[in-house]
């Protein structure tokens, strides 16, 4: 458990955010494009315009869906066991999902991935310590883009073990994940039970609901199955320019979809999530990885802390375009003060360019960096009765504390010790080893790291099981047949 804390906001700021997002919520209201979702809130009391599809939220039904929200809720991994506990005091760690390119460390440049690509991605994922759930990283470009969002699923399904944050890009992609979901763990009333899955929903800044985002919001809900609110206010383009205003209107955002989430279906569970960013002007760009998008970002964690709920944020990402200082610098900044702030969980570490762009060696130097937080979030801990006069008046003046059993009891515990990925040695140490930079070290782990995966144990009649929902699918846009995986590929 986190040690140290960071505050951004004074308690007397954070009302006035919820205070004045409540009055947004009423006047002008958000606009709602979806008839069921209208329904349900006329029903609960909020003035819907049927013309404008606006609906007006009354504070009451925001308070009353607070209330109902659980605080707390599990997510388990393939084979049952209880792995990330939303709204703990812990902070957890997820890659982001959705890029579009993958770094290619041969050329140095983005290139469109494969479904080769995701294997290694999730592999990989599963043997890093720090990284604690997976994600459906990224739209593999070897099958029709209409099936893209399932088939991330379905390849992630046969390969992991923790809990996977995913997302899905229509209606039917929606229930064909819930039904791979199902498939692995049992039968959906054991997937209500044991949730392998939390889908990540985003409203449309500013203060729009889609069809589909309001659909999928709905689907979670009504099938128990979390749900993540990624909210995305873009300052000064899409939200206020002033830093307050985004997470004003975040706020709001997040308030409408939690009303929307519990009147379909009260104590179903879901996450105060986002992915706020400022604007450079300059260039029309979102930075990710700009002290203001932190402070948005930090700023929204602590109202859904305030209101009660789980967080998550999208930190540790990189606007830059290689693993270079800049890559170093805005990610490990980013990692760092999701942790003291104490988001339950945090997306976008392995990612580059604006969230765009997703690398196996960022992977696995910012699982180092995660490991590098935790351990400064954690404090200093008083070991024994003294904190350092026993040592001191024990033969006094002398440096022999590399002697002492105290030493060898305690320095494992006192520092952080990374992986070969981060250099400790001398200078002719590191020659001797290839003067490699951290990149370059990655990229020789990842053979290493792959040998040590463990298969997840699910059942060959499971996988076919899967195939075939998905080969179904992948038939309805004309691909005769799935891409093959490596245990088909050795078989």
């Known amino acids: 458990m986190s040690q140290l804390h960071l505050q951004v906001l004074e308690p007397f700021v954070i009302k006035q955010v919820v205070d004045e997002a409540l009055q947004v919520l009423e006047n002008p209201g958000v606009r709602v494009h979806h008839e069921g979702a209208l329904d349900l809130l006329e029903a609960a009391g909020a003035l819907v315009n049927r013309n404008t599809q606006v609906a007006r939220i009354p504070a009451p039904l925001v308070e009353m869906a607070l209330k109902t929200a659980p605080a707390q809720f599990l997510l388990y991994s393939l084979d049952g066991k209880p792995i990330i506990t939303y709204g703990s005091n812990t902070t957890y760690f997820d890659p982001g999902s959705a890029a579009v390119t993958i770094l290619d460390h041969a050329t140095g440049r983005q290139r469109a991935p494969l479904t080769g690509d995701l294997v290694q991605f999730v592999k990989l994922v599963e043997t890093l310590q720090h990284l604690d759930a997976q994600s459906t990283a990224f739209i593999c470009q070897d099958v029709p883009p209409q099936m893209g969002d399932l088939y991330r699923l379905y390849v992630a399904l046969n390969y992991m073990k923790k809990p996977i944050v995913t997302g899905a890009f229509t209606r039917a992609g929606w229930n064909v994940m819930w039904e791979l979901l199902s498939v692995v763990a049992g039968s959906g009333e054991r997937l209500e039970e044991r949730p392998l899955a939390i889908f990540d929903i985003c409203p449309s800044p500013p203060l ?6 309001c659909q999928n919001l709905m689907d979670c809900a009504a099938r128990r199955v979390p749900a993540e609110l990624v ?8 939200a206020p320019v002033t830093l307050l205003g985004s997470v004003v209107q975040h706020t709001a955002e997040n308030l409408s979809g939690l009303v929307i989430h519990q009147q379909t279906r009260a104590g179903a569970p879901i996450v105060w999530g986002g992915a706020p960013a400022v604007t450079d002007m300059r260039h029309g760009s979102t930075p990710m990885g700009d002290p203001a998008t932190w402070l948005i970002d930090l700023a929204t964690v602590e109202v859904g802390r305030y209101l009660g709920l789980p967080t998550h944020t999208y930190m540790g990402s990189t606007d830059g375009k290689m693993l270079d200082m800049q890559a170093g610098a805005e990610s490990m900044g980013g990692v760092l003060l999701a942790i003291l702030a104490g988001a339950s969980m945090v ?3 392995g990612m580059i360019d604006f969230l765009r762009c997703q690398s196996l060696e960022k992977l696995i130097v910012d699982a180092e960096l995660i490991g590098y937080a935790r351990r400064f979030g954690s404090g200093m801990t008083i070991r024994e009765d003294t904190l350092g006069l026993d040592q001191l008046q ?6 022999d504390f590399l002697e002492r059993t105290h030493t060898r009891d305690w320095f494992a515990k006192e520092l952080y010790l990374p992986s070969p990925v981060v250099d400790r040695g001398s200078l002719e140490q590191w020659e001797m080893a290839g003067g490699m930079a951290a ?12 040998k040590k995966y463990q298969p997840n144990g699910v059942p060959a009649e499971v996988r076919r099981e ?4 998905v080969q179904r699918t992948a038939r309805q846009w004309g691909l005769d047949y799935l891409p093959k995986l490596e245990e088909e590929e050795n078989a």
Do not use: K
């Open 208 to 213: 729009l609901w889609s069809e589909l985002t």
């Open 231 to 238: 909210s995305m206010p873009l300052a000064g383009v899409a």
């Open 347 to 349: 997306s976008g570490v």
């Open 394 to 399: 024990t033969n006094p003046h002398q440096a």
């Open 439 to 450: 990149h370059q070290r990655a990229h020789d782990l990842i053979p290493r790291l792959l």
């Open 466 to 469: 899967l195939y075939a929902i």
